[in-house]
């Protein structure tokens, strides 16, 4: 069996920011005659063997989507199972902090439980100082949401105007981003067989890389991963150019 450590001697380029959506959960738990929340269960366990293995790796950023600012349209018990398994996990982040991870979040804070945002940010103090991988989770995240919300901070600078309107640039409206301060991602990658971004990170992948498979987020293992990575230094980025 191949070592999941050959990646690193194989003089790989590592992808600076990896961008996951983690899709899948439901159908993984349906084959299973499981319901819909286990998949999720399982999905979010598989999140952190991943994440584990990107920080052994030396990827720098990890953004994960969780949960879309379209995933509140499912039924009320599946929002809510989703809910609990991110308290599940905020409140069990210690381990990953003492592995040198950092946590972050992007997504609107509007709409999520007040003891969801105070974990959080609990979460991202007690990994400031962490200087390995950091994972940017995406929970309540729209992309057009987030450029909503940054147009309307534009808005107001303008407003009481602190910028000109012929000042403003791309770099303006990334600083209004939640991803202010993190490279664009590299490599996106979609398993569960869909094709589409369904609204995740439309702004920052306009030069990603995308990668699609058709396993289940619960049975994506690194060495999907791995294989993901190798196909991304095939790759022939021109950002536009020849
Ligand atoms: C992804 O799995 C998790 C979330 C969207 C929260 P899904 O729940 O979308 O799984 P499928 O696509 O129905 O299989
Ligand atoms: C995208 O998956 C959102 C997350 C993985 C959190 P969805 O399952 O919600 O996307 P669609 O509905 O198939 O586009
Ligand atoms: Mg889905």
Redesign the pocket.
């Known amino acids: 069996m191949k070592s999941e450590n050959s990646l690193i001697d194989r003089n790989i380029n590592i992808p600076v920011h990896i961008a996951i959506?983690?899709?899948g959960n439901g159908r993984w738990a349906k084959k299973r005659a499981l319901p819909r929340s286990a998949g999720h269960a399982a999905g979010s366990k598989n999140f952190k063997t991943i994440a584990r293995y990107c920080n052994k790796i030396g990827v720098k950023y990890l953004t994960v989507?969780?949960?879309?600012t379209?995933?509140w349209n499912r039924p009320k018990e599946e929002v809510d199972a989703l809910m609990n398994l991110f308290r599940d996990y905020l409140k069990d982040t210690k381990k990953f902090i003492k592995e040198n991870i950092a946590l972050k979040f992007i997504g609107n804070k509007k709409g999520l439980a007040k003891d969801i945002i105070e974990l959080m940010e609990q979460a991202e103090y007690d990994s400031r100082n962490a200087t390995g991988l950091t994972v940017n989770l995406?929970i309540n995240y729209g992309g057009r949401d987030e450029i909503t919300e940054a147009v309307k901070e534009i808005a107001e600078l303008v407003k009481n105007n602190k910028i000109n309107i012929e000042d403003i640039n791309e770099q303006t409206i990334e600083n209004h981003l939640f991803t202010k301060n993190v490279p664009d991602p590299d490599l996106v990658i979609r398993p569960s067989g869909?094709y589409?971004s369904?609204n995740?990170l439309i702004w920052q992948s306009a030069y990603a890389e995308y990668w699609f498979s058709d396993i289940l987020w619960p049975d994506f293992k690194p060495r999907h991963l791995m294989k993901a990575i190798e196909d991304f230094n095939k790759r022939n980025r021109r950002f536009g150019g020849v």
């Open positions: 959506i983690m899709d989507y969780a949960f879309s379209e995933n995406a869909e589409r369904s995740f």
